[in-house]
């Protein structure tokens, strides 16, 4: 890759595009979501979907909120006592500012989005080897939806509460 012409090039829009196209993480796994549940309704004469079943997305939704209340409780857990991290992760799970990222299938971008980052703070605190996934992580909440640049910004302060 690197002999020819634009390797540099063809290596970060590899890097950056996961198909060329510049299509998000959600949208990536809408399209998954699509092939394996969805396609497989009724179809009319022209082949399109008559049914489209909502239950793949939702299910999703609900995997990547469930994911992140875990991802939270472990993060909280390295700052505040096992009690009070449970507490703050249970109000994060049923807190009803939540119920547009779980309940409308367009909202799993900002959960999936602050999963990826909460995972990134995770990987970032173990230190050691794990600051290789700390990039990648923050790079899928990114390609989820932009607000993991906030996240990524808040990176150093969550270290610095981490650590003291």
Same mark, same amino acid.
């Given at each position: ?10 290596? &970060? ?11 998000? #993480? ?11 549940? *969805? ?6 004469? #022209? ?46 799970? *049923?807190?009803?500012?939540? *119920?547009?990222? !779980?309940? &409308? ?15 990134? &703070? ?28 906030? &996240? ?9 509460? !981490?650590?003291?």
């Amino acid at each position: 890759m690197m002999e020819k012409p634009g390797g540099y090039r063809r290596i &970060y829009r590899t890097l950056w595009d996961f198909n060329h196209d510049g299509r998000s #993480m959600v949208h990536l796994i809408d399209s998954w979501l699509w092939r394996a549940f *969805v396609r497989r309704g009724p179809y009319d004469v #022209m082949g399109t979907t008559i049914i489209a079943p909502s239950w793949p997305y939702h299910a999703a939704s609900i995997l990547f909120h469930i994911g992140t209340t875990l991802a939270l409780w472990e993060l909280l857990g390295m700052i505040l006592e096992p009690a009070a991290a449970f507490v703050g992760a249970g109000i994060f799970a *049923v807190h009803p500012l939540h *119920v547009t990222a !779980v309940g &409308y299938i367009s909202g799993r971008a900002g959960i999936q989005s602050f999963f990826f980052s909460v995972l990134g &703070y995770l990987h970032a605190a173990a230190g050691g080897w794990h600051w290789l996934a700390v990039p990648l992580s923050f790079y899928f909440g990114f390609k989820s939806k932009q607000d993991a640049v906030f &996240y990524l910004a808040l990176l150093p302060g969550v270290l610095w509460i !981490v650590k003291n």
